[in-house]
């Protein structure tokens, strides 16, 4: 497969990643709700979608940080909310957050993903909206494949 086929837009606001069997939301909270989002608000913004089956499923989650780390792409230079380069296909539309909630968490800290420095890190949950947080909900869309942990204890990307 070539990596131009990876990504498949699904026509109903998701696209599909073909290499880990996901389904993305195509735009992230901030695009959709015009504003950032706390841990809880990322929480029961899944739970909305869930709600309201949206595209038809009822599964929607965040994504763990090995599935964030794995949609970041170094080649992809889309643009984020203050037009800084993230690196995230180009089927997402410009202006999305570049941090996002991941869905682990430890006690009062959660991961977060940053798709300008290729980072996993944690984070308060009790940050304020005003933190530039976002999230990407995802959903599993086909057989589990195996991700590689190509991250360090420090978030960092093990290259090579």
């Not at 109903?12 to 901030?30: G, Q």
């Not at 949206?54 to 203050?82: I, M, Q």
Request: aromatic share 14%; charged share 30%.
């Amino acid at each position: 497969m070539s990596e131009n086929e990876r990504f498949v837009d699904n026509e109903n606001d998701t696209i599909s990643d073909t290499k880990f069997n996901l389904t993305w939301l195509k735009r992230d909270y901030y695009q959709i709700r015009e504003k950032w989002c706390s841990w809880n608000g990322a929480h029961k913004f899944v739970a909305k979608l869930n709600e309201k089956k949206y595209a038809g499923y009822d599964d929607w989650r965040l994504p763990t940080t090995k599935e964030s780390r794995n949609l970041y792409d170094h080649e992809c230079k889309n643009y984020d909310f203050a037009d800084d380069i993230v690196h995230i296909d180009y089927l997402f539309p410009e202006g999305c957050g570049s941090t996002y909630w991941c869905s682990e968490d430890t006690g009062h800290m959660a991961a977060a993903y940053n798709f300008y420095s290729d980072r996993g890190y944690n984070v308060r949950k009790n940050a304020k909206e005003e933190g530039n947080m976002s999230c990407r909900p995802v959903r599993s869309s086909g057989p589990r494949v195996k991700i590689s942990d190509r991250t360090s204890g420090s978030g960092r990307t093990l290259r090579g």
